[in-house]
């Protein structure tokens, strides 16, 4: 897996991971091939993501109704390992790559019952303001958060 | 057919839709037993709605993002008569069954190129105050409009 | 809620439910009038359902790649009483309320973290032939399956 | 857009799409930030995608029940550039990046009503053997018919 440019020493990467959160994949996230669709891997990633930020605590009012500032996704992408089928339990974990002043870059895995890798993944995350959609930095509070949950690989 | 409750005579019901909105299936709506997932017909039915209200010229601001007023479902049901598959054209018809002070109880069914009757459903709209909501009456002109497309049966 | 045809007594029927499973609210699972799509009630109905038969150890090989019976549905149907949000701990109840030859009347239940019951639903599931589409009558031992998780409401 | 690794130069790259599929945004694809969910793009890029395949005449018999070859995403990847919104005319450019034995490199634009560009997008496609997964040379009529597709930027 040396050819995926976000990744460099695939086995360290692999191991840097400190958060993970479970799902079982749906039936109607199949398509007609018989797996989970490729577009799902990207649910998979927000739903990971967002369980992510709450976890670590991340006190950015994003999801209240009268939030100024909402996270928007700057870039995504996803290389595909495995197959994924119905009824599997998979983890998809998570962890901070960079930090920037408005946004972050968040690294992505996910993988099965038995541990095999079968999705990685990036992108960048970016806080706007939800009235203007301008780039707005994080907070002192919040850029404190994220570098205490900011590990080095090495 | 004789047992779907919302359905009369299925023949004369069949040929009193007068509005219908053209869809594809998508690959990402099939799921591994090879066809359209069963929450799909849903989100057809939902495409058409909208195409629907907008077709007859509705005027109420549902969608503008200071619009005081939603449109929110207050029941669906879809019965399943024939399997759909992807890359199948097919037809999702739209009609007004009956109208209320603040809702309006629209009736569908989904054809497919041949034109057999695939699924048909039906479900209640109401109209909300986005804020608080609650039902709320709809205005004269919309009334109007509403009892403008409705057709009877016989 | 006594105008839902498919319930009586309601406070009865609500308590006469004796499986349920948990689901958190995903954001994608959101629209933007900011509560859950009204097309995910399905979603959650499914996953609910396979579950269940999972749980009562239904052991007819829906899901297994060379199954030759697939369970579809052949109605289903939606009431909606209360806004779902984001990151909302739900539970989606089920359980049978008529066993046929060849199908099972399900009925569903949607609450939220304090009880309140946001959505009810029912539908009923035919095993059909994966190949021909034919109702195939249930195995002696699914049926007794069925039967021994079919509880009375009185 | 310097920025993206696999466009250059923005304008030759941007010009140099000869196939566009267009979609009307859905509200069901919208979440509650109020524009289209990030995880949406991908719908895009795969209906884009295959209708580009159909377009150009590929043979392959993926999609026929019985086909034994079928398409796997081995990568893919999206840069959000503007917010896309309910019932929005979009387009979805695809064109051919490179040909490889197994697979194809493809690219995807997506503009807005006025010509903007909302998402830009790649991915490696690999055609598969659906029983065993293991990749699997382009026929020889596949390969024309795809270099015939291949448009050199300048």
Known sequence: MANILYIGDFSKW????????????????????GHVNNTIAFVYFEEGRINYFKDIGLSEEWFSKKGKLIPVTADLQCDYKKQ?????????????????????????MI???VGEVCMTGRGKMVQVSRATGVATPWSESSRKLLEANHFSID
Chains 1, 2, 3, 4 share one sequence.
């Open 14 to 33: 692999k191991n840097s991971f400190k958060y993970s959160y479970p799902i079982t994949v749906r039936f109607s996230e199949t398509d007609a091939f």
């Open 84 to 108: 994924v089928y119905f009824d599997e339990n998979i983890e998809v974990s998570v962890k901070i790559n960079m930090i920037g002043k408005t946004s972050v870059d968040l690294h992505y």
């Open 111 to 113: 993988t099965n019952s």
